[in-house]
């Protein structure tokens, strides 16, 4: 892979300094920070969201907050963090980043589309917000008719409205990251050299492009129903409650994989830089992205084996579930085989993909539970339910989140915060997640229903909800302390070398840190592979000797 050395020029966060330069700003990396700014505000409002509902749970009888307040607690909670955390961080922030640099392109296929996307993100958000605070939401994330239609008395109507304009945000990203993949990259950067990360994230705009408009339609028809009262879910209005969740599901299920995918790229290149060594396996990696991507659409139904499906379509759904484990189980062994006689490197990325990796684990051998049909209908709408898709989506997508944050944030700004504080601060965030989730687990077994305010019917449950909850508070402990530790290093961290990491890409071998406003001084070629790590040849240089000497 041939590179372009920097020379001193102004790099993208100089070009310009006024609130209009950042707000009517072309360029993907501003675009990516201003997505930085407005996640990391949501992120904060569903944490806070998610405390209240942990320690109203420390009582079996409920102190805190009435039976309204907790539902609308727990329905902002979800709401938040699915729909303007985990669909867009990854995407949003890397994706818009560094997709460009990573195929050799100055910017996006569209430039104005990808800044309008944030603009709708943003309206989408505000509209939330006041629904939030002006009356709350109170049918959870999932807006099951005919709770959000005909019984709430809550803003569920801004809210959806608010929903369905985030996901124009989350089309346009997508077509954009299509289209740049397909037409811009540079000379040599063939399809088998592009990186796993920018698979990734091809795999998930396909996602995004299908399934979005679905979901969209669905809640622009509970708004109908809502305002116009024109049945069609709910059953007192002459509609179909279960038309709603094959509805809902369809794109809900693959919306997973649109939260984990982009956090299953990012460990791909985490684990072959911190293990010195190329990715195991590369075109079996890259493929099975795009068979989760096909596979998602086939399984919706394994939330539903409890409705009125047939028992037929339980079994389909029951298997194609357990085959979607497959292409997932793929990755997972052949990052352990990069780290096979690599050199690993335990820098506190590595320590957020380690810790990514035995999350992900569990979350996902727990849902072969939930994928089959007679321990799913013992489980269903309980703890464990509750468990396993926070094992999925926050140990895997969070900690990818984080990982990604903590490797690319001296390309991002230039700067290196404390190393050390970030390690052991990784693995309070391992420790704390496990104490707050593996006792829902628990619960969820015995039976502790989820959404429930009060459960004084069976008041030994108490204890797993207080251990939940102290795990709760050591997890929001670690992810409070990055947001110190990484402003600190905006100011006062020492300068990043253009590739502290000796990492391997055309974002850290041919562009400085942090880059210059069109990426590169030159169009970069490509001409060889695109994990060139070499384990027992980096060994040996430390010891001063060649492969051919040894």
Known sequence: MTTH?????????????????????????????????????FFFVGSIAAMMVRLELTSPRGTLM?????????????????????????????????????????????????????????????????????????AGWTFYTPMSSIYS???????????????????????NFIATIHKMRAPGMTWWRLPLFVWGHYA???????????????????????????????????????????????????????MVLPGMAVISEIMACFSRNK??????VALSSLGIAALSFIVWGHHMFVSSQSMYQGIFFSFTSFLVAVPSAIKVFNWSLTMYKGSVWLASPMIYALGFLGLFTVGGMT???????????HVTGTYFVVAHFHYVMVGGTLLAFLGALHFWWPKFFGRMYPEGVAKWNAMLVFIGFNLTFLPQFVVGWLGMPRRYHYYYFAPEFQVYHVMSTLGASALA???????????????????????????????????ASPPIKHNFHGVPVVVGDVYGYDAEAEELALRGMTKEEA
């Open 367 to 377: 849902g072969l539970y939930l994928a089959s049909v007679g321990t799913d209908v």
């Open 477 to 511: 402990i670690s992810l409070i302390v990055p947001a110190f530790y990484l402003t600190y290093s905006l100011f006062k961290g020492p300068k990043s070398p253009p590739n502290p990491w000796a990492a391997r890409g055309l974002e850290w071998e041919a562009a």
């Open 66 to 138: 009435s039976n309204e307040t907790y539902n609308k607690a727990f329905s902002a909670h979800g709401v938040v963090m699915v729909f303007f955390f985990l669909v867009v961080a990854i995407p949003a922030i890397f994706g818009n980043f560094l997709i460009p640099m990573q195929i050799g392109a100055r910017d996006l296929a569209f430039p104005r589309l990808n800044l309008l996307s944030w603009y709708f993100y943003m309206a989408g958000g505000i509209m939330f917000l006041i629904a939030m605070m002006s009356g709350g939401v109170d």
């Open 204 to 258: 998930t705009s396909l996602i995004v492009i299908l399934g979005t408009p679905v979901v969209a339609i669905t809640l622009l028809l509970v708004v109908f129903e809502r305002v116009a009262k024109i049945g069609i879910f709910s059953p007192e209005l002459g509609g179909d409650p279960v038309l709603f969740q094959h509805m809902f599901w369809f794109y809900s299920h693959p919306a997973v994989y649109i």
């Open 153 to 175: 008395n809550g803003q569920i109507t801004l809210a959806l409205v608010g929903a369905f304009v985030v996901g124009f945000s989350s089309i346009f990203t997508g077509v």
């Open 5 to 41: 050395v920097a020379t001193e020029e102004k790099n993208y966060l100089q070009e310009g300094h006024t609130l209009a330069s950042w707000l009517l700003t072309k360029d993907h990396k501003r675009i990516a920070i201003l997505y930085l700014i407005s996640v990391s505000f």
């Open 279 to 284: 990715v195991f396996g590369y075109h079996f």
